[in-house]
């Protein structure tokens, strides 16, 4: 590239402070309420299972409570590739089973990701995605006729309450709204089944005209949105008749939202790229506000300092 020169800049730079607006940064926690705690507790024990036998077996080389889901994919790419290169048929079936463990760990710490950062109406989407799809996978034929998975779902299906992050959720909402009743607002979240509950509960918060944006891929029955279908709904959050968008990761980056002024995370996410451009969606032509929520003891907190501490690295390392 013949560059012959790097320059730095930070948002506290005497070149660059007067030009940009400041972002308030709040984060708010909830604890899981005990019903999902029984279910937790439920799904990691099974977790456990899996992980201690690929530990065992040699596959996973670290303590099973540190295993991390990139740990498991990383050992689902080796097996696979030792899988293509074996020929010996014993050799083969050994591992075969090797890979139905990795990839029910796998599912197993989904569904824990999914109750603990997002709620029991995505653990049960999610759930009735692997009995509908359990005739083509054969990992999740495997976990259906565990006679675990059987309590599990009997407790899912339970009169469990909903995530106390959706109430936090709409109590932040309608204090931005009263507050500043023009303001425009984001609310990013990782899955769609999230996002579709999400619009659904906040319309009912007096003074919320919400709606989803998602992208253009048809997954699952969850047909996607189409550019112009895109367009529309940014145009109706600019012109007012739309004040909340719930997204997903579609709106990180490379679209242009000048209007907004409070961005909500409804969970933390672990990369340090993703956080900024979310954060970025706000404070571009007046100051603005970033409000991250977060369950105690989950996954949330791993992801939040993980996060934070990419970010404070690549900070030193551009430095």
Not at 40 to 58: A, E, F, H, P, T
Request: net charge positive; proline share 4%.
């Amino acid at each position: 590239l013949y560059i012959e020169r790097v320059e730095f800049r930070t948002e506290e730079d005497a070149d660059v402070k007067p030009y940009i607006h400041p972002i308030k940064i709040e984060w708010k926690r909830v604890n899981l309420p005990g019903e999902y705690l029984a279910i937790k507790s439920r799904i990691r024990g099974m977790l456990d299972r899996r992980l201690n036998w690929l530990v065992r077996n040699g596959i996973v080389k670290r303590k099973p409570e540190y295993v991390t889901r990139k740990c498991l994919i990383e050992a689902g790419e080796e097996l696979r590739y030792m899988l293509e290169a074996e020929s010996i048929e014993e050799e083969r079936g050994r591992l075969f089973t090797a890979i139905i463990n990795q990839s029910l760990a796998l599912t197993l710490f989904h569904m824990l990701e999914l109750l603990e950062t997002q709620g029991i109406h995505s653990l049960r989407a999610f759930m009735k995605k692997v009995e509908a799809e359990k005739r083509w996978k054969h990992s999740y034929a495997v976990l259906t006729k565990d006679p675990e998975y059987k309590t599990l779902k009997k407790l899912v299906w339970s009169s469990a309450p909903e995530h106390p992050k959706a109430e936090l959720l709409k109590q932040v909402v309608r204090q931005q709204l009263l507050k500043n009743p023009l303001s425009r607002i984001l609310v990013f979240t990782q899955y769609r089944d999230t996002a579709s509950h999400l619009v659904e509960q906040l319309k009912g918060v007096p003074g919320v005209k919400v709606e989803r944006f998602v992208g253009q891929a048809t997954k699952l029955n969850d047909k996607g949105l189409t550019q112009e279908e895109q367009a529309e709904r940014l145009k109706m959050l600019e012109k007012g008749e739309l004040n909340v968008l719930v997204t997903t990761s579609i709106a990180e980056e490379g679209l242009d939202i000048p209007a907004v002024d409070h961005v909500v995370f409804y969970e933390p996410i672990p990369s340090e790229i993703r956080y900024i451009q979310r954060r970025g969606r706000t404070g571009r032509k007046a100051p603005g506000k970033v409000t991250i929520l977060a369950t105690n003891e989950s996954l949330d907190m791993i992801y939040f300092h993980a996060s934070r501490k990419r970010v404070e690295k690549m900070r030193r390392t551009v430095e």
